[in-house]
Nanobody, 128 residues
Framework: VQLQASGGGLVRPGGSLRLSCESS????????MAWFRQAPGEEREFVAA????????YYADFVKGRFTIFRDNTKNAQYLQMDSLKPEDTAVYYC??????????????????????WGRGTLVTVSS
């Protein structure tokens, strides 16, 4: 399975960006899709996760109400709509995927090591 993230760039505070992540390979390998980010000098952190059917979504507290994760399985893609961006959102954003079902509740979707598949990352810079 290969993941390819795109859509990063430079945006002013308060602006919006939409990140995309296209996957190739077996669909069952990416039952759960997620986004993580890593700011300079910081550890990678969880941003959002979505189940296969899109009914279940989880967000980090710092993006609730501003970011929306969604997916289109007909295109083997997931997206992260980012609105009301803040300078502290500046980071490299990574898409991740794995075969575990998000709805089971028996694994920690916030832990990056639970996702076997990763994209290369796309840089988001929020600055005036």
């Amino acid at each position: 399975v290969q993941l390819q993230a795109s859509g990063g760039g430079l945006v002013r505070p308060g602006g919006s960006l939409r990140l995309s992540c296209e996957s190739s390979g077996r669909e069952s390998s990416t039952s759960t899709m997620a986004w993580f980010r890593q700011a300079p000098g910081e550890e990678r952190e969880f941003v959002a996760a979505i189940s296969w059917g899109g009914q279940t979504k989880y967000y980090a507290d710092f993006v609730k109400g501003r970011f929306t994760i969604f997916r289109d399985n007909t295109k083997n893609a997931q997206y992260l709509q980012m609105d009301s961006l803040k300078p502290e959102d500046t980071a490299v954003y990574y898409c991740a995927g794995g075969p575990l079902h998000l709805n089971t509740g028996d694994w920690n979707y916030r832990v990056g090591s639970n996702y076997p598949y990763w994209g290369r990352g796309t840089l988001v810079t929020v600055s005036s």
